[in-house]
């Protein structure tokens, strides 16, 4: 059964860092493509970054561009997001998913993790 779990979310302060790991079980990870999205609290879920099933090629949403980077390690199926520069516009629930093909900012990902919180403070 596929299963992805979200790790490393918590509590920062503005201008702090954080890593968020997404470990992947029961699907051929190397295959997929993977996602971070993320849904503050009255909003909708919105893409943050992308990764190639390679992980040759990345994709940012402008909001992150420059803070934030997203890598894999297929050995591990885990998937990473690392924050830095954090803001308080950046508290939401931080979701990993995992799909075919290239169109990292669609959300219609078969697979998702079940999220992490992250909460940054002024």
């Known amino acids: 059964q596929e299963q992805l779990v979200e790790s490393g979310g918590g509590l920062v302060q503005t201008g702090g860092s954080l890593r968020l790991s997404c470990a992947a079980s029961?699907?051929?990870?190397?295959?997929?493509?993977m996602g971070w999205f993320r849904q503050a609290v009255g909003k909708e879920r919105e893409f943050v970054a992308g990764i190639s099933g390679n992980g040759g090629t990345t994709d940012y949403a402008d909001s992150v561009k420059g803070r934030f980077t997203i890598s894999r390690v297929n050995a591990k199926n885990t998937v990473y997001l690392q924050m830095n520069s954090l803001k308080p516009e950046d508290t939401a629930v931080y979701y990993c998913g995992a799909r075919w093909g290239t169109a990292y900012r669609i959300a219609n990902y078969p697979y998702w993790g079940q999220g992490t919180q992250v909460t940054v403070s002024s």
């Open positions: 029961g699907l051929t990870f190397s295959s997929y493509s």
